[in-house]
């Protein structure tokens, strides 16, 4: 079956220093890849996703290249804020429209 | 615009009660499911629907059963409650089965 493996957490920086949070899959096929990100007491949102080989993701910040030859998605950012803090999924989606998420990483950035 | 709404937000029920969940999307999607989070924040699909019809159905007992009535709207309710079902219910929606999903806030069930 899918299987989505992410950095376990937690995970505590300070503030303007660089993030990678891991991710690796298991598929069949070509799914797409997605990071997600959950704020405390809100639902999971969409972070940035890629739907080919060496597509890159990017949003506010955040980076993520879909590498199909380590079949890898690392999420990635040059200098993290304490707004930053929150839980981040990784997640795959197959063509069949099924789902499977990472365990999820709690991010710490403290000022 | 709440995109994806639920109700209730917060859910605290006795054991063996029957109690249902609400969602709601105003975005015209296809999809809709429903996730569960537990303590640990992991998250496990329950549910797919596309076009009101069950497309996943995961590994979960029969006392949950999702009802959509339309498009827009994907109900859950949950028989004979138990204290290992108290987590957090996100309801989710997608524009095709194989697009990315928007979550509503969650309603966080507390089984007593």
Same mark, same amino acid.
């Given at each position: 079956g899918n299987s989505v493996t992410q950095m376990e957490g937690p995970v505590t920086l300070s503030e303007e220093a660089f993030l990678t949070i891991n991710c690796t899959y298991t598929a069949t096929g070509y799914p797409s890849l997605f990071w997600y990100v959950q704020y405390p007491g809100e639902g999971l949102q969409l972070l940035l996703k890629a739907t080919k080989a060496d597509d890159k993701g990017s949003n506010k910040g955040f980076e993520a290249t879909y590498r199909k030859e380590t079949t890898s998605f690392h999420l990635e950012k040059g200098s993290v804020q304490v707004s930053d803090s929150a839980v981040y999924f990784c997640a795959l989606l197959t063509n069949a429209g099924k789902s499977t998420f990472g365990d999820g990483t709690t991010l710490t950035v403290k000022p | 615009d709440t995109a994806v709404s639920q109700t209730p937000k917060y859910l605290v029920t006795q054991m063996g009660n029957d109690k249902s969940i609400k969602c709601e999307q105003n $975005? !015209?999607? /296809?999809t809709m499911y429903w996730y569960k989070q537990d303590s640990k924040k992991f998250l496990k699909i329950m549910f797919s629907y596309n076009n009101k019809e069950l497309i996943i159905n995961e590994?979960?007992?029969?006392r949950f059963s999702p009802k959509s009535p339309d498009k827009a709207h994907l109900n859950l309710h949950i028989n004979? $409650?138990? $204290? !290992? /079902?108290s987590a957090v219910y996100f309801c989710a929606s997608s524009g095709t089965f194989d697009a990315e999903a928007f979550f509503g806030q969650g309603t966080r069930l507390t089984v007593v």
């Open positions: - | $975005l !015209g999607h /296809d590994t979960v007992p029969n004979s $409650l138990e $204290l !290992g /079902d």
